[in-house]
């Protein structure tokens, strides 16, 4: 299991799909001219589309979807992992799904991840949130193998939810993910101590593209791509809401390091919570 060099990409998609697939590629041809053999780009590259009437017109199923198609095309032209970080795609049952995509060197595609998590919130500044009424909710987590390590998905909201990390941890995942966009009011609160305690808690690496600045639809979003490694410290960072790339060299064995010094995913214990009506058994924060 070798080192290899990780990127996160920031961007400030808008709602033409063909502009932002282009934009997307500027960036990843940048991030691979510094040497990131896996590249990984935010939640909603393909565009961020607020209006109801103007989503179901940008958004299209898989096979037809620009923003698919040119990350596939990038992954084989450059020879890298391509972790498109999320697009909509419309499902067969006319639903929209918020899912990841990662692809092979070769072009071929690993995996996908349905955002599990829907971001329906209202903050206290007035905005307000409904991902469960334009998207369907996944329902696996997903790990799967690049450059000889495990990785773990996840998308924005999916952060708030450790067992999600917890559970991919114990299934060997080395370095865990987070393409987000994340509002500007919640980044500013939680953004670096969420990922840095993901981080921490499972001790592994974590990677997490962002959008940034205000969008064409009004909305503001974070920025801060991050790459943290398992003992919580950041080594890489796009420290605005500019669109830009932040390189950082990733040692997976530095996992195993960190594991074997503080070893809570092995010393876990199952518990009962007796104040409730019917105690459930429960094991740590991996239940």
């Known amino acids: 299991m070798g080192t290899f060099k990780a990127a996160v990409v920031q961007m400030r998609s ?7 697939a282009a934009d997307m590629e500027r960036l ?13 780009t935010p939640e909603t590259t393909g565009a961020m589309v607020r209006d109801k009437d103007a989503r179901t017109a940008a958004f299209t199923g898989e096979d037809k979807d620009v923003t698919v198609a040119t990350a596939q095309r990038l992954a084989k032209e450059l020879g890298v992992h391509l972790h498109l970080g999320s697009t909509a795609i419309l499902r067969d049952d006319g639903k929209l799904a918020n899912r990841a995509f990662l692809f092979a060197p070769d072009g071929s595609r690993i995996v996908t991840y ?11 500044n ?3 949130w409904r991902e469960s009424s334009a998207y369907e909710p996944g329902r696996d987590a997903v790990v799967a193998d690049v450059a000889g390590a495990k ?3 996840a998308v924005c909201y999916d952060l708030r939810f450790p067992q999600l990390f917890r559970t991919e941890a114990l299934a060997g ?3 865990l993910t987070v393409p987000a966009a994340f509002t500007r009011q919640t980044g500013e609160a939680h953004w670096h101590v969420l990922l840095r305690a993901r981080a921490i808690e499972n001790g592994a690496f974590v990677i997490a593209a962002a959008q940034g600045g205000r969008h064409e639809d009004g909305r503001e979003t974070y920025g801060h791509s991050l790459i943290v490694d398992p003992w919580g410290r950041i080594l890489a960072e796009v420290d605005s809401d500019e669109p830009g790339v932040a390189v950082a060299e990733i040692d997976p064995a530095q996992s ?8 809570n995913l092995k010393n876990a214990r199952e518990f009962a919570l007796k104040d409730a ?5 429960l094991k740590g924060a991996a239940s």
Do not use: C, W
């Not at 990843?28 to 990984?40: D, F, H, L």
């Open 114 to 124: 349905d955002k599990i998590h829907m971001f329906d919130v209202d903050l206290d």
């Open 126 to 128: 007035g905005e307000s």
């Open 28 to 40: 990843v041809r940048e991030a691979a001219a510094q040497g990131a053999s896996y590249i990984q």
């Open 151 to 153: 990785l773990g998905f």
């Open 173 to 175: 995942a080395e370095i």
């Open 256 to 263: 195993s390091a960190a594991r074997k010094k503080i070893p």
């Open 277 to 281: 009506a019917e105690p459930a058994r």
């Open 14 to 20: 808008g709602t033409d799909p063909k502009r932002n």
